[in-house]
Structures are given as C-alpha cells and as structure tokens.
C-alpha cells in the first residue's frame, strides 16, 4: 500500500513538472526560431538621392517609346519618400498603327509622347538582404510607387499618372540600383474629346545617395 502510494505520488510530481517545463521549453524554442531583424546596411530617412535611369512606355493604343532621364528625391523617414522623374522620350508608331498606314494611308489622331514630368511618392513597406552565388548580399527595400504629372507629346499636354512597384537595392560607397515596374494611365484630348489610354513603363535605374552608418 505505501509502495503504491509513492508511485502515484511520483507520477503526480512528474505530470506537473513536465506541464511547468514545457510551455517554457517551447517558449524558448521558439524564441531561438523568431527571424532577427538586423541593423540597416543604407538608412534613408533625410538622405537625399539622384537616379539616371533608362525606360519604356507600352501603351494599348498606336505608339511605343523608349527614353532616358532621371529621379531626384528625398526621404523624410525610412518608409516615405518624394519625388521628381523627367524622362526624354523617342516614339515610333507600334504594328496597328503601321498597318492602318500602309492599308489606308491615314495616321491614327494621336501625337507622339515626347517628354514625361511627373512628381509623387515611394513608399517602403519593408527592407531585407538576400544572398546570391554565396558571395553577394544585395540589401534591398521594396516599395510602392505614386506619381502624377504631365506627358508632353507634340503640340498636346496629357495628363499621365503612374502606379507600381519597385526594388530600390543598396551598395556600398551610396551606390543604389532600382527597378521600378508602374502602369501608367493618360487623358489625352483628340478631335473626339477626351480619350484614355493605358501603358506599361519598366524602369532601369542606377544613381547614389550619400552613405550613412547602419541603425
């Protein structure tokens, strides 16, 4: 009778302790697992920065164009950013438009975009690091883009607006590369009034921001 009364005694004593260690143990399990946030490798916020920058223009109606230019900005805090884009446009007349001028001799009541000007935000909802080829750790900021403006095209101001994406990476000495991917909407008015138009503008970007200490 007394041996048994040990042995439930020692079960009780096991069953608690084991109900005490393991909410605990498992606490700091997975506390060792939680992912760390490290230190910025390129702090943004009151850092101004200057982009050239190469791009395209897609649109659904009767031209593509390619052209250059560049961003200035700043960053009033890590996450929010604004901006000025000017970009030098050259266009040419896509297959639709070809094929009505050649079938029909017309040329479609549209001008060629000669020039972007748009101001707007960035906003970086994140940074993080990854490694590529086991030597190169690329440090980026994704963010969320905003812009509106006007396109000059020929005689004709349009009013552009641009919405995406983009990757903002950065490298030692302040060097920052981007790849901003926006689509773009446009009201330009022709001899029937008013008519939009949507596009797709890639963006390539190299330029610098002055090099700050990591926090």
Do not use: C
């Amino acid at each position: 009778m007394g041996l048994t009364r040990t042995m439930i005694t020692s079960l009780l004593l096991a069953t608690l302790a084991g109900i005490w260690i393991t909410p605990s143990t498992a606490m700091a399990t997975e506390q060792e697992r939680r992912a760390t946030v490290q230190e910025r490798f390129a702090p943004k916020e009151g850092r101004f920065y200057v982009h050239a920058a190469g791009a395209s223009l897609f649109r659904n109606d009767f031209y593509n164009s390619m052209g250059y230019g560049g961003d200035v900005g700043y960053f009033t805090s890590e996450a929010w950013g604004f901006e000025l884009r000017v970009l030098n446009l050259h266009s040419w007349f896509g297959r639709a438009a070809q094929g009505i001028r050649e079938d029909h001799s017309l040329i479609p009541d549209l001008r060629a975009p000669d020039a972007l000007f748009v101001a707007g935000t960035r906003y970086s909802w994140g940074y993080g690091k990854v490694l590529t080829m086991d030597r190169f750790v690329v440090h980026f900021d994704p963010q969320l883009i905003l812009h509106g403006g006007i396109t000059l095209a020929e005689d004709r101001v349009v009013p552009t607006s641009t919405f995406g994406f983009g990757f903002l990476s950065h490298w030692n000495h302040g060097v920052q590369l981007k790849v901003d991917l926006q689509m773009i909407f446009q009201m330009e008015r022709r001899e029937r009034g008013w008519t939009p138009s949507l596009g797709f503008v890639p963006m390539l970007g190299i330029g610098s921001s002055p090099p700050g200490d990591a926090r």
